[in-house]
């Protein structure tokens, strides 16, 4: 298999990896488009990787490995969403896009990581590029990147930079000097200084008109030089001044001039001694770091999540656009520590004294709290940040990222009652299960009647069990319970039409809700009713019918099981069989209600009366 040959490190890992048990199976069944990717980032220094298939499995070269942090190498072969789960709120739908064709190209883009074990500010400038095969169906992804988190780290610290070199350049005197005799007009100079300003060092040693440096100087400045010389001279302040310099092959300088007018006894200017300093790579870095600082604004503001930048006290300096969308706070309110008013008030004092803990020790930190919407609702947030520091050690603050994270709360809420839930149904269906094995096997004559009565007693259980499945109510997941009308329908669906189609049972009664405790015994309440009339009663025969209506008087359920055209009673069965015991015990010892049996010439005729507390539990 050429295509794997050479690579490196990652080269040895694709060639040893077992990719009969990965969804792109063996490497000699992976399409062309796939096969020439690889050999190409392979064959590259450049960090790439391709994300493949629907699983979206994830290959990568050398160059890469490194941005994988400590999941290298297990990210091999592993699903992207797997591998980048911390940023998948970011990146995910960037690379959907790549799937469904569209394809992406990013100068500069933030994440906080987890790749090393603990949050981390990164930036990266990438491609992603959806890649066709032999059908021309999207079939995965090929991403070009280059992390781009030290450049913008160190464009942060030039701006801090600029004032300490300032004055440094200020205090060495070595940049270039000069002294302007004023009454004659001769200016002086050392060799460098005559230089910067196009002047020939041998003039600066000998003495030259002002105006042969003046020349030297970029002319929508000089106007400005002239004003502030002027300025000086005729009030005896400092003069300080930033300007550029126009040599004579097109480049430009910037510089800052400082000096002072000295005057003679009689108060006139005698002299204008000074010095000038290069600032133009400062002048770049300001530049750059203001674009830089624009660029990071530009991206804050449009990322999908809130993100801030505090001081080394503590006190919050920046917070994006999508937090003031999000709060509807100002800036006015939110910055210092106001952000915290947008805290819910159970959550505010805890989570405000885990941040300044966490600044005093300067190091990474999590928490989850409640944030204020500008609705007035409150969502589940998490907040993580890492601690700044420049180059030098020095603390510069946190950047931090505050994300919506309400349906994931939400849903481990929900997991959890599911449990809970499951717990409870399974001792409870063990338990109930258990009695009727012991008082079927009993009263069944052979094991063919004792699994036919068990499978039917089971069956109805699970019907009456599916109408209180945990369900989510205004938002919330919560344990539903079902009515009377709905529970009768569930147990009795197997004798409620003929071949015909024609009901044979009628249920008749208003809404009356039964709770989840209690659905199971009613169920085989009904359900063993049910089977007696099927071995003996109105249900036996092909004209019985079945009329169960109901009503709710004083608090309690008033229910009339009505048996007609089956076959005639001449007189009250002399024994009682199981079905009878277990719909007997359960109304009165369960539910601590009465029932009566009626055995009319006509049918049976079964009433029952169940205080509604016991029966909405």
Known sequence: MSFLEGGGEMGERMRAYDWSASPLGCPETWPQPLRTLIAVMLGSQQPMFVAWGPERIMLYNNGYA????????????????????????????????AYAGVSTQMDNITYVMHRNGYPEETHFAFSYTPVRDESGQVAGMFCTCTETTQEVLTQRALARAQERLSFALNASGMIGTWDWHIQTDTFYSDARFAAMFSVDPDKGEMGAPLADYLAGIHPDDVGAIKEAIG????????????????????????????????????????????????????????????????????????????????????????????????????????????????????????????????????????????????????????????????????FLGYVGSVIDITHRKAAEQFQSLLLHELNHRVKNLFSVTGSLVAMSARSAKDPQELARTLEGQISAMARANDLILPDRIGGEQELRGTTLHDLLQAVLEPYLERDGGASNIALQGPAVPVGESAVTSLALVFHESATNATKYGALSEAEGQVRIAWSVRSGTLELRWEETGGPSIAEPPRQRGFGSRLVERSIKSQFHGSIEYQWLREGLILQMAVPLEHLTR
Request: glycine fraction near 8%; charge should be negative; hydrophobic fraction near 35%.
């Open 66 to 97: 490194p941005m994988c942090g400590q999941r290298h190498p297990a990210a091999l072969g592993k699903p992207f969403a797997e591998v980048w789960y911390d940023i998948l709120d970011t990146v995910g739908p960037i690379l959907d896009k």
């Open 231 to 394: 300025h000086a001279i005729a009030t005896g302040e400092k003069y300080t001044q930033q300007y550029r310099l126009l040599h004579k092959d097109g480049t430009i300088r910037w510089v800052e001039a400082q000096g002072q007018c000295l005057y003679d006894e009689a108060g006139k200017p005698l002299r204008f001694p000074g010095a000038v300093i290069d600032i133009t790579q400062a002048k770049h870095a300001d530049q750059a770091i203001r674009e830089s600082e624009t660029r990071f604004r530009n991206l804050a503001d449009n990322a999908p999540v809130m993100i801030w930048v505090t001081e080394p006290d503590g006190t919050c300096t920046y917070l994006s656009r999508s937090w003031y969308e999000f709060t509807g706070q100002v800036p006015e309110k939110a910055l210092g520590l106001g952000w915290l008013d947008a805290v819910h008030p159970e959550d505010r004092e805890w989570s405000g004294d885990v941040f300044l803990q966490a600044n005093a020790k300067r190091e990474a930190f999590q928490l989850e709290y409640r944030l204020r919407r500008h609705d007035g609702a409150y969502r589940w947030s998490i907040d993580a940040a890492a601690p700044r520091f420049s180059e030098d050690g020095a």
